[in-house]
């Protein structure tokens, strides 16, 4: 799916004219932020005067947006390294062994690279 076909334009409206607006947006992936931060723009909705952006994952072009976009950053190596870890326990008899249907949890450290994007609530 391209940015153009991001269903994010669409649903972006209906944040606007509620009865109390949203302050800001937590977008989940690189696509919905590109959708999110067009819509905006789109829309003539300021950011971050108007709403504040924040993006998941600190993809190499963030600094690219106007506003540069603040994130919410993880390792991507780690990330890589723990689902190999899990991979690897799963098909291999070495470092015992993760049945089928067995949950795993994973919880990695993750900081906020503030940039431009946010901003206190306007009142």
Same mark, same amino acid.
């Given at each position: 799916?391209?940015? =153009?076909?991001?269903?994010?334009?669409?649903?972006?409206? *209906?944040?606007?004219?509620?009865?109390?607006?949203? #302050? /800001?947006?937590?977008?989940?992936?690189?696509?919905?932020?590109?959708?999110?931060?067009? /819509? !905006?723009?789109?829309?003539?909705?300021?950011?971050?005067?108007?709403?504040?952006?924040?993006?998941?994952?600190?993809?190499?072009? #963030?600094?690219?947006? #106007?506003?540069?976009? #603040? @994130?919410?950053?993880?390792?991507?190596?780690?990330?890589?390294?723990? *689902?190999?870890?899990?991979?690897?326990?799963?098909?291999?008899? %070495?470092?015992?062994? !993760? %049945? /089928?249907?067995?949950?795993? =949890?994973?919880?990695?450290?993750?900081?906020?690279?503030?940039? %431009?994007?946010? *901003?206190?609530?306007? @009142?």
């Amino acid at each position: 799916m391209s940015a =153009r076909q991001c269903p994010t334009p669409r649903c972006a409206p *209906a944040l606007f004219p509620l009865p109390v607006p949203s #302050t /800001a947006v937590l977008s989940c992936n690189n696509r919905t932020t590109l959708g999110l931060m067009r /819509a !905006l723009s789109q829309l003539g909705v300021k950011c971050p005067e108007q709403v504040s952006v924040v993006g998941f994952d600190d993809f190499d072009w #963030t600094e690219m947006f #106007t506003p540069k976009l #603040t @994130t919410v950053v993880q390792s991507s190596y780690e990330i890589g390294k723990r *689902a190999v870890e899990m991979l690897l326990r799963r098909i291999g008899p %070495e470092g015992g062994r !993760l %049945e /089928a249907g067995e949950e795993t =949890r994973v919880v990695l450290k993750a900081h906020l690279c503030v940039r %431009e994007s946010t *901003a206190p609530p306007s @009142t």
